[in-house]
């Protein structure tokens, strides 16, 4: 029945749709594709674009045309309506609606191996990401919980961080990502001497869940390590009117469309929970209107 009603919407009347996701070779970018395949058969032509990360995502749901959702880390919110002197950044975290709750992605510090704990990187050097990054943004946000206070914040991209660790030039370096990270199974191994650093300060745990990295997770780190998460999560704007409908038609097609997805789709598809409850952020009504049909 789901396919024969996909395949009576004509291309005539197909709707328009943009979608903001990240780094092409990414997993944002991947569940992007997936979507686009799935409701083209509903009639929704979706465009896909990769990005740089999701303040840049945040933003181009804002303000770039042809761009109607975004997928975004869950506390961008909270970093954007922190920078106290930009009213324009308090207006867009006003005015973002949640479209879905997606995955976990898990807080990865890798550093050397004699850093014991989160405090330790007080006065160390530190990559955190490109500047605009989900790892930017959630490395500053912890530092800011923690009052752990780096020597230096080094925003470079994780490759980079990674080589300039393994140089000795930096102590540690974050990425936000669900594990496993291809960057740190394929790129690291025992003889480098590096660790994952445990996050577990109760001043960040307030705001961020508690989970862990189990062991063997990377053939270098033989025990678990207790870290903290992020929710990947798919954001619009408060539109009113065609674009409220349309994108309450596209998350009607998603939710109707969750078992091709963790079946077709990447593999995190199958920790996706469309109903988790995310502490601080509202679903889209138009969203909630087309899911109650």
């Given at each position: ?7 009576a919407v ?39 674009y990769p ?70 990187l007080a ?171």
């Amino acid at each position: 029945m789901f396919l024969i009603w996909f395949g009576a919407v004509s291309a005539a009347s197909a709707t328009e749709l943009g979608l903001i996701t990240g780094v092409e070779n990414g997993t944002y970018n991947q569940f992007g594709l997936d979507l686009k395949k799935l409701v083209k058969r509903g009639g929704i032509n979706l465009s896909v674009y990769p990005s740089k990360g999701s303040v840049e995502n945040l933003l181009a749901v804002h303000q770039r045309p042809g761009v109607h959702m975004g997928i975004v880390q869950s506390d961008v919110l909270a970093f954007i309506a922190g920078v106290e002197s930009n009213p324009a950044l308090k207006a867009i975290a006003r005015n973002t609606r949640m479209v879905f709750p997606l995955y976990d992605e898990e807080v990865h510090i890798l550093g050397r191996r004699e850093i014991a704990d989160f405090d330790q990187l007080a006065g160390k050097r530190v990559a955190i990401g490109r500047e605009g990054s989900g790892a930017y943004l959630t490395a500053r946000l912890l530092f800011k919980l923690s009052a752990v206070r780096p020597g230096e914040m080094v925003p470079i991209d994780s490759s980079e961080a990674l080589a300039q660790l393994k140089a000795g030039r930096i102590d540690a370096m974050f990425y936000v990502a669900g594990y496993p990270v291809r960057l740190l199974k394929d790129d690291v191994t025992a003889a480098d001497g590096l660790a994952l650093i445990p996050i577990s300060g109760k001043s960040i745990l307030e705001s961020y869940a508690s989970v862990e990295i189990p062991a063997n997770v990377y053939e270098w780190q033989t025990t678990p390590v207790s870290t903290v998460a992020v929710k990947a999560v798919l954001v619009s704007f408060d539109f009113r009117l065609r674009e409220c409908d349309s994108v309450g038609r596209f998350a009607q097609q998603v939710a109707r469309g969750m078992e091709w997805l963790t079946k077709h789709g990447h593999p995190k598809w199958k920790r996706v929970d469309l109903d988790f409850p995310l502490s601080g952020w509202e679903q889209y009504d138009c969203v909630r209107k087309y899911l109650a049909r």
